[in-house]
């Protein structure tokens, strides 16, 4: 594989910014809630910057990995500190960019705790962060629980709708997935023979059986799958993003899902081609049983939250189906559907989170009327169950018509069904737009103000996001073909 | 005479117990002014076996053996005695005139253990275990508010007693049967003879002294009384300390049978396991929180044993780290522990409601340890389980190592409860913030500071440990 050293640490940066913004936040006094707001969206801001940057700079004429940093970390262990970006990794960087930032602005009216929640969301976002762009498995796993824990206080503290509950399940959960990646990560580190968790040296061909690879695939997969929301072991995940405060939910399904299927391709697929191969169709079943039963579970929802917590199961189902198409196309769709899906959630929940903060409730039933009581609001809301359809132009279009085509190729049954639970999707998320949206004014809620300019900074970043990316997916396309084609086409 | 040197930090604990055994007998001065006494003796103590790390060398015609692995133990169990003496501002758990007494057991304890790690004859580790083993029992004695006390001691006592018959017996069978009591030359028959019957019975009876006081199933149940009903602080030692030169004596013994023989490994399997699901299992419906740690320390004596059961250079020096990381992180809880209940009470969890205002630094002290038990990257305690676990990978225990694996996914449920206990709960009544003292506010911050720093970067520790386990093999 290609690989291009840095001529300046810009992934450690990254890393750098979170961890010094979390530092910077711990010796701020608690009362000056300003400062804190503003340290964190600086922060943040340099992360995106940094990560739009390395998105445009990425030189995809030459492809693999650019931007690599390596050192020693652990020499008797053979443990590296070792960043790179490629195609993979980039889309993934510039999404935790734009939902850090983006979550940080919308969480700009938080009161209670502020600088606990602050301090969290940093130490979540370097984890998320460090798992996409490391290429060690031990950092991998480290970054993995660093991502994770945080969200136990996170929800619990600021969440609502049985919180704790919601909380405790989501972490056991998580957790019970790296009891299985962990030992599958031994495994394959001791079964090599080289003694080092360089992703890079184990991804050379035959370093594994077969055998081995079936066997560590299958622990990886399910242990990633169980974050990336995979059927059956979905059900922390609605729970999770119904109780999680709103900068929660947005990182959380935005981008913590992501290191799930992330996982999956990074680790499992490319250190396991063959058990990938071996155990594709598993994960075409999986995953179409969970596009099809998110829709179905979503239909029956009263709450705004749960709507789109199926819906996700349902999207991250699609990401499922891409990879296991085994095809350049599919890695592709996946990837971008990742991306697209990302930008999307981020957008639903932060305009889900505007109008429970202000009506207080979360229940179709009781809302209604709100595009003529707060039309900038709800035109955000609507933009997001645009793009969760799937309409074109808009960037989950590409992502999902990409995984669709070549899984007519592969499993034309299931993506016939994957198609016809996309039909039903757009029944029920126009029936939420319109039960919620329009219909008589509701007096209850006459009194309530309308996004206000800076309020509306984060989601309008979003929206753009989604447009630039709908009108020209080649961007995006081009970017994740630079690692997808040479590695399909080196598989044996 | 040179060679007498080498027995420094011995000699160093042995006269700080007389100078508790003066002051035992004067009673003319405060407890403040002991504790002062205590402090600085401690600190001292902490510098000389620092300072005499790289010695080597036997003495007592060779029944007594000083090498790094000894003396990387024995800074171990002098930081543990210097860490618990730190505690003893508010030794409310034990009467004032007794104070002298308790300091005196304690460097005892301290100075018996740092004998058990050197010892490499088997009347000698019975002589200073057991020299151990009573200073314990009596500490387990002093609590104040007798019945408590009493019912934890006696129990203590009496499967402390019948784990040293057991152990002795194991010693007779084991001498009767190869003529051999140096472990030197234990070293050189034992491999050959290890899968003759009663070889295998005389390790099995000679280990449950060890396994006693590491808390491994069977020889468990005294653990949750004993935590529960001693004195904080005596807890803590038990817990600490005490745990280190168990892990220390277990693998110079487990090492002698060389390469292993299947049996042994198999019983070695099987109890982990045991105690790792026994220990997590109780632990979840606990209330009072040391009897929660109680617990949880016999999860962990199960992990550790799967280091040692792994029998390669990488698992015993994983066992030596995480000896280390687990003394970090349990003296953490325990301070916690210690500085919420300010009486010497003990404490429920529940008490623990409002800490993340009472004391911010505390409670972040708590939670970092928790999730170093439950081995959660980038803590001290991540690490050690992944040294550990590698070891056991190595030699193809995987299924050991999933069900270790799902072991910490119990455990963190009830380590998270004591989280949420601590930052989530609010206190029925409005409690005053803890009057935390500058010296245990930098205490704490330096834990904090060890267990993320050991955590990322755990080099320099691994290499030591790594050195320290040669001089086993």
Known sequence: MHMAYADFPYLSSILLSCVGGLLIILFIPKDKKDTIKWVSAVCSGITLLISVYLFFAYDKSQGG??????????????????????????????????????????????????????????????????????????????????????????????????????????????????????????????????????????????????????FAFLLLYIGFGILAGVWPFHTWSPVGHVAAPTAVSMIHAGVLMKIGAFGVLRVAILLCPEGWQYWAHLMALLAVVGIVYGVFVGLSQTDLKFVIGYSSVSHMGIVG???????????????????????????????????????????????????????????????????????????????????????????????????????????????????????????????????????????????SVIVIFGLFPNVMLDMIQTASIPFVNGLP | MMSWIIFSPEFYFLMVGTVFLGLSMTRRVRPEQVYFIALILASVGVGVCLACVRLV???????????????????MLSMGLFLVVCLCTELDGIEERLHPEFYFLLTICTLSM???????????????????????????FLRKGRDRGIDAGIKYFLIGASASAMMLFGFALLYGSIQAAYLVEILKILPGVINRPVVIIALILLLSGFFFKLAVFPFHFWVPDVYEGAANQVTTYIATASKV??????????????????????????????????????????????????????????????????????????????????????????????????????????????????SPILAMALMLSLFGLAGIPPTIGFTGKLLIFTAAMQKGYFTLVLIAMINVVISLYYYLLVVKAAYLLEPGKELPDLKVSPSIKVLAGLLIFGMVVGGIFPNYIIELSKAAAIVLL
């Not at chain 2, 036997?58 to 007594?64: E, I, K, R």
């Not at chain 2, 004998?115 to 020299?131: D, G, N, R, W, Y």
């Open chain 1, 321 to 463: 189906l891409g990879l296991a198409t085994v095809t350049v196309e599919g890695l592709n769709g996946a990837v971008f559907q990742m991306f697209a899906h990302g930008v999307m959630t981020a957008l639903f929940f932060s305009s889900v989170g505007y109008i429970y903060d202000r009506t207080h409730t979360k229940n179709i039933a009781d809302l209604g009327g709100l595009s003529r009581i707060m039309p900038v609001a709800t035109g955000y809301f609507i933009v997001a169950a645009l793009t969760g359809i799937g309409v074109p132009c808009l960037a989950s279009f590409w992502a999902e018509l990409t995984v669709f085509i070549s899984s007519f190729k592969v499993y034309p049954v299931y993506g016939t069904l994957a198609v016809c639970a996309l039909v039903v999707s757009a029944l029920f998320i126009l029936r939420v737009v319109q039960r919620t949206c329009y219909g008589p004014k509701n007096d209850r809620f006459a009194h309530l103000e309308d996004v206000s300019f800076q309020l509306g900074i984060p989601r309008m970043i979003l929206v």
């Open chain 2, 114 to 140: 740092m004998m058990l790690v050197s010892s490499v004859h088997l009347l000698t580790i019975f002589v200073a275990l057991e020299l151990s083993s009573y200073s314990l029992y009596t500490l387990v």
């Open chain 2, 245 to 358: 030169a168990a892990i220390a004596i277990l693998m110079r013994i487990i090492a002698l049978s060389g390469p292993g023989s299947t049996y042994l490994v198999h019983i070695l399997v099987t109890l982990s396991i045991v105690s790792m699901t026994i220990g997590n299992l109780a632990a979840v419906v606990q209330k009072d929180l040391k009897r929660l740690l109680a617990y949880s320390s016999i999860a962990h004596a199960g992990y550790v044993l799967i280091g040692i059961l792994s029998m390669n250079p990488a698992g015993y020096s994983g066992a030596i780290f995480y000896a280390l990381s687990l003394l970090m992180m349990k003296f953490t809880c325990f301070l916690v522990v210690i500085k919420v209940a300010d009486d010497g009470r003990n404490l429920d969890v529940e008490h623990l409601a409002g800490l993340h205002r009472r």
């Open chain 1, 65 to 214: 990995l650019q931007f690599v940093e390596k050192f020693q970390w652990i020499p008797s262990l053979g443990i590296t500190y070792f960043n790179g970006a490629d195609g993979f990794g980039l889309p993934m960087l510039l999404l935790t960019g734009i939902v850090f930032f983006t979550a940080v602005l919308t969480m700009w009216e938080l009161q209670t705790r502020v600088k606990e929640f602050f301090a969290l969301l940093f130490l979540l976002v370097s984890g998320v962060f460090g798992l996409f762009m490391s290429m060690d498995l031990f950092f991998i796993f480290v970054w993995y629980d660093v991502s994770l824990f945080p969200m136990y206080l996170l929800i619990a503290v600021w969440g609502s709708t049985r919180k704790e509950y919601a909380a405790m399940k989501l972490t056991l959960y998580l957790l019970a997935g790296s009891a299985l990646i962990l030992p599958a990560i031994i495994y394959l580190v001791v079964k090599s023979g080289f003694n080092t968790f360089d992703l890079v040296a184990l991804m050379h061909p035959g370093t594994f059986s077969p055998f081995q690879q079936k």
């Open chain 2, 57 to 75: 060398g036997d003495l007592f015609l060779g029944t007594y053996r000083v090498d790094l692995f000894s003396q990387v133990f024995k800074v």
